[in-house]
T-cell receptor, first 114, second 111 residues
């Protein structure tokens, strides 16, 4: 069974440029999460989807961050414009549903903003 | 959510048991204890979870004190591949939909 797929794995951009990350969850998983992980810290939740609905986006900086999950499968996280402080690893995770005890994480996308 | 306290780092000899402590003195009656780990350059991985009883699976054992204010994750025979950051997380329900990760414990298994 394929795991959570994320692309790209690495991205380097200049500040003020836009950037997008893509996530393909495990087949059949209805719940999808995006996390941000700064160096030396644990992941922080940005947004949680139940199917195509964003049910928890309270920690998403909506002035520059946006996300979508069309058709309740793949998801895209976008930053526009990127700032130096956005340099981090962006992790996607999925679970069967919101009552599941296990989240399955992808390998993440490492973003460097110069 | 209850806050957790973990030592920032620990070492363990290969083949020996690794005992990772976690303090969660403000845990409430319906909150669960979860453990995840994160190997370098990978996403976190679920290990085990429990409410009040001790739990064991193929990866580890979870020992929760009777007052539930602390717990210990036990890796019975640590290998070099167990070197990772281990996160102890308290969640408000039995599901993993609200995981709040702290800084965790960096476990280094030494040859």
């Amino acid at each position: 069974e394929a795991g959570v797929v994320q692309s790209p794995r690495y991205k380097i951009i200049e500040k003020k440029q836009p950037v997008a990350f893509w996530c393909n969850p495990i087949s059949g998983h209805n719940t999808l999460y995006w996390y941000l992980q700064n160096l030396g810290q644990g992941p922080e939740l940005l947004i949680r989807y139940e199917n195509e609905e964003a049910v928890d986006d309270s920690q998403l900086p909506k002035d520059r961050f946006s996300a979508e999950r069309l058709k309740g499968v793949d998801s895209t996280l976008k930053i526009q414009p990127a700032e130096l402080g956005d340099s981090a690893v962006y992790l996607c995770a999925s679970s069967l549903d919101d009552s599941s005890y296990e989240q399955y994480f992808g390998p993440g996308t490492r973003l460097t903003v110069t | 959510d209850a806050k957790t306290t973990q030592p920032p780092s620990m070492d363990c000899a290969e083949g020996r048991a690794a005992n990772l402590p976690c303090n969660h003195s403000t845990i409430s009656g319906n909150e669960y204890v979860y453990w995840y780990r994160q190997i370098h350059s990978q996403g976190p991985q679920y290990i085990i979870h429990g409410l009040k009883n001790n739990e064991t699976n193929e990866m580890a054992s979870l020992i929760i004190t009777e007052d539930r204010k602390s717990s210990t994750l036990i890796l019975p025979h640590a290998t070099l591949r167990d070197t990772a950051v281990y996160y102890c997380i308290v969640t408000p329900s039995g599901s993993a939909r609200q995981l709040t990760f702290g800084s965790g414990t960096q476990l280094t298994v030494l040859p």
